[in-house]
């Protein structure tokens, strides 16, 4: 990667960071954006960078499910994480150990004025009335799958079949990225941003509507 590249990466990435910021509340004084898309796709990368610029926090969905709840984890996210934050409180959810298969301790999330939530299915149908934003990763599932599979090493393998039909099930009843305001594709020198199926773009701008969350051209 160039220096040039790399800079404009940040540039784009520090436009939507901004775009971000600007969005109203969505739930209580908080601006709740989510990073949604296939396992594997890129959406811990992508929050990473997004968070180094927003100072904001990030709630991985990795610590809400479990190996028996895969994608049952709504009640929770509501109980522990919603209805504190839209109340102005700080949120105490209890992150889930994949080693030890068992929900922790207590763990804060505050309420700022933008919190992130990375995860398959965080731009589910329950949860879409409390964001602001909904960011999909645009990796089809094969090729995701593929990453994550190589990621996590031979040793996940059985889990890795268990989750592809899980996923699988799980968009096919509740789809994420029709309702998408963003779609990012990764690129070798950064990110590419295109307007969501949810927006229409413009002539001189990417998406038009309120939620204008990807950086104009």
């Given at each position: 990667m160039?220096?040039?590249t790399?800079?404009?990466?940040?540039?784009?990435?520090?436009?939507?960071?901004?775009?971000?910021?600007?969005?109203p509340?969505?739930?209580g004084?908080?601006?709740?954006?989510?990073v949604?898309?296939?396992?594997?796709?890129g959406?811990?990368t992508?929050a990473?960078h997004?968070?180094a610029?927003l100072?904001a926090?990030v709630l991985?969905?990795?610590?809400?499910?479990?190996?028996e709840e895969?994608?049952?984890?709504?009640?929770?996210?509501?109980?522990?994480?919603i209805t504190?934050?839209?109340?102005?409180?700080?949120?105490?959810?209890h992150?889930?150990?994949w080693?030890?298969?068992?929900?922790?301790?207590p763990?804060?999330l505050?309420?700022?004025?933008v919190?992130?939530?990375?995860?398959?299915?965080?731009?589910?149908?329950?949860?879409r009335?409390?964001?602001?934003?909904l960011?999909?990763?645009?990796?089809?599932?094969?090729?995701?799958?593929?990453?994550?599979?190589h990621?996590?090493?031979?040793?996940?393998?059985?889990?890795?079949d268990?989750?592809?039909?899980a996923?699988?099930?799980?968009?096919?009843?509740?789809?994420?990225?029709p309702?998408a305001?963003?779609?990012?594709?990764?690129?070798?020198?950064?990110?590419?941003?295109?307007?969501?199926?949810a927006?229409?773009?413009?002539p001189?701008q990417i998406?038009?509507?309120?939620k204008d969350?990807?950086?104009?051209k």
């Amino acid at each position: 990667m160039t220096e040039g590249t790399d800079r404009a990466d940040r540039t784009d990435l520090d436009r939507a960071a901004d775009v971000l910021r600007g969005l109203p509340p969505s739930c209580g004084p908080v601006r709740l954006v989510a990073v949604d898309g296939h396992a594997g796709s890129g959406k811990s990368t992508l929050a990473a960078h997004l968070t180094a610029r927003l100072g904001a926090p990030v709630l991985h969905l990795d610590d809400l499910a479990s190996h028996e709840e895969l994608f049952a984890w709504t009640e929770r996210m509501e109980d522990q994480v919603i209805t504190p934050l839209s109340r102005g409180e700080v949120a105490r959810y209890h992150p889930y150990d994949w080693n030890l298969r068992t929900f922790g301790t207590p763990r804060a999330l505050p309420p700022a004025p933008v919190v992130l939530v990375e995860g398959v299915g965080a731009g589910r149908r329950a949860l879409r009335p409390h964001l602001a934003a909904l960011l999909w990763m645009e990796r089809g599932p094969e090729e995701s799958w593929a990453r994550g599979r190589h990621r996590d090493g031979p040793a996940q393998s059985e889990f890795w079949d268990g989750w592809t039909v899980a996923e699988t099930r799980h968009f096919s009843a509740d789809p994420s990225r029709p309702f998408a305001d963003t779609l990012i594709r990764e690129r070798p020198e950064g990110y590419e941003w295109l307007p969501g199926p949810a927006v229409t773009a413009g002539p001189n701008q990417i998406i038009t509507q309120s939620k204008d969350t990807s950086p104009r051209k």
